[in-house]
């Protein structure tokens, strides 16, 4: 299990970079070739230098630029993956595990018979729980659906006395 | 005739949502305002007028009974405060950072999809089973953030209070501070997805030639950023803002989830109630006479206050927004 938690973490280290810049890093005389058609440095001119001077500079700052964005999207990511990360890691805990005073950040032994106890558990009737949702999602999406649809087409496309009055409410 | 044919059409095709609106919300509404002012209001009884016994009658007179009653007794300022902290806290915070997350998630090609994923998480699910889970980290002990506090050298925090005793055996209650710290986290986590939705989608309809001119004359990232990007950004802001002020100030399925329905920790009630917890409880309660009315005249208060609010906002986006 230590093996699997620590392989997560290397395979979001190496992936997030690697797909950040999997563009094909190009040398500098490159990029001006592919920018102006020739290659300015083959003249040997200030002009050249200058120019692939003022792009590596760009280029520089877009790479911190992305470190940045990214660094920010991530951190953000982590604050919202979070809670949802700690639900899942703790259905999967023996009840002792859950009670530890310093909690662990991944089940030391995963307990899969958690779902089936809370799903068959006496007086827990969740078949009929889950249908009752099922009810209440399918109906009123209907119900909503048949409402709105209607009202909607009244009015854009029927004049009636009222109607402007009517749409403010 | 054709006229006529056409209007009696139009009122059948409303007539269902026009029924569930009038059963479901006009008629409660009007009925609310009336209730409020109706003192000693008890539903049980029927009749009108002073007896010798008050509670015999439905109500006992017509007056501001009701509204005296909530603002001097009971603390229904205290859940007023912590309404409009939770208000005007969590609002500009959430529209200011979704905005600033929507523009970096704008400014991005590689993983774009897998990011915007991971931020519309929270908007699929619920509420009270992700504030449990809220409830769960902020535990003093063997709760995740209080472990992370002490990895990196703090001390841990009673944030929520719940079975934790001194050494004399009182209960020991966390501040208000620490508490609605948790409840705001809590709030704004939950109100993102939805935001940065609205908002990446209004920063992927601007015309891209308005950031070629800004770049063709110079102008730093923070300029454009707030010259172009917020502006015509802005009817999007203006709907963010106005609905999450709504919904801000409507706020009480966060705290049922964070803090059980006695909305405070185990033995000190109601810390971080709020006006609609109170309008609940209100109703709940043993003395009919108590009830119904004070649960009226406060959501009639809080009625007038959102609507003062609103008002305010759409003053403000008339004359700012630029459509």
Redesign the interface.
């Known amino acids: 299990m230590v093996l699997l938690r620590y392989f997560i973490c290397v395979l979001i280290i190496v992936l ?1 970079p690697l ?2 810049f ?1 563009k094909k890093v190009l040398s500098n005389r490159e990029i001006v070739t592919k920018r102006y058609g020739t290659n300015l440095d083959t003249t040997n001119t200030m002009i050249g230098d200058s120019v692939s001077e003022v792009i590596r500079r760009e280029k520089t700052i877009k790479i911190i ?2 470190i940045v ?2 660094t ?2 991530t951190a ?2 982590i ?6 990360y ?2 899942i890691i ?1 259905s999967l805990k023996s009840t002792e595990e ?6 662990t950040y991944f089940p030391r032994k995963i307990i899969w018979s958690n779902y089936r106890v809370a799903m068959t558990m006496s007086g827990t009737y969740f078949g009929r729980y889950m249908i009752n949702t099922v009810i209440v999602g399918v109906f009123s999406t209907i119900g909503t659906l ?3 649809v ?2 909607a ?2 009015f854009a496309r ?4 009222g ?1 402007d009055i ?1 749409f403010t ?1 | 005739m054709e ?1 006529g044919k ?2 009696y ?3 059948l ?2 007539a ?3 029924i ?2 009038i059963i479901f919300t006009i008629y409660p509404l009007i009925n609310t305002f009336i209730i409020a002012f109706k003192e000693n209001y008890n539903y049980l009884n029927i009749g009108y007028g002073k007896g010798p016994d008050s509670t015999e009658y439905e109500f006992s007179s017509w007056g501001l009974a009701n509204f005296k009653a909530i603002f001097t007794k009971g603390d229904f300022l205290q859940y007023l405060k912590t309404t409009m902290i939770i208000v005007f806290v969590s609002v500009p915070i959430s529209v200011v ?1 979704s905005l ?2 929507a523009i ?2 704008n ?2 090609k ?2 774009q999809k897998f ?1 915007q994923t ?2 519309f ?2 908007y699929v ?1 619920n509420t009270i ?2 504030g449990m ?2 409830s ?2 902020f535990a003093t ?4 953030i209080n ?1 992370l506090i ?1 990895v990196f050298g703090g001390q841990p925090q009673n944030w929520l209070g719940g079975d934790l005793m001194d050494s004399a055996g009182n209960s020991l209650y966390p501040s208000y501070w620490k508490s609605m710290l948790v409840l705001l986290t809590y709030i704004t ?1 939950n109100a ?2 939805f935001k940065i939705l609205i908002l990446l989608s209004g920063l992927q309809s601007i015309d891209k030639q308005y950031y070629q001119a800004a770049q063709i004359d110079g102008a730093n990232k923070m300029r454009i950023a707030l010259r172009i990007t917020v502006p015509l950004l802005s009817p999007q802001i203006a709907y963010l803002t106005i609905t999450s002020f709504i919904g801000a100030f409507k706020e009480y399925s966060s705290v049922v989830a964070i803090f059980g329905n006695q909305a405070g920790p185990k033995g000190y009630r109601r810390q971080m109630a709020t006006v609609v917890w109170y309008v609940y409880d209100r109703m709940k309660t043993s003395d009919m006479t108590k009830g119904m009315g004070y649960a009226a005249a406060a959501a009639v208060v809080l009625f007038v206050i959102i609507m003062f609010f609103t008002a305010i906002n759409s003053w403000v986006s008339n004359k700012r927004v630029h459509y």
Request: hydrophobic share 60%; charged share 10%; net charge positive.
């Open positions: 997030v797909a950040v999997r630029k992305y964005t990214y920010f999207l953000v990511a604050f919202i993956i979070a809670p949802f700690w639900m703790t859950v009670n530890l005073p310093d909690p048949i409402t709105t209607l009202s087409f009244a029927l004049n009636f006395k109607r009517l409410v | 006229v056409k209007q059409k139009a009122w095709y409303l269902p949502t026009l569930l609106l950072l600033i997350i970096a998630l400014s991005i590689a993983l990011y991971v931020f998480m929270p699910t089973a992700i889970v809220f769960v980290m002990h063997g709760g995740l472990n002490k986590w993102l997805p």
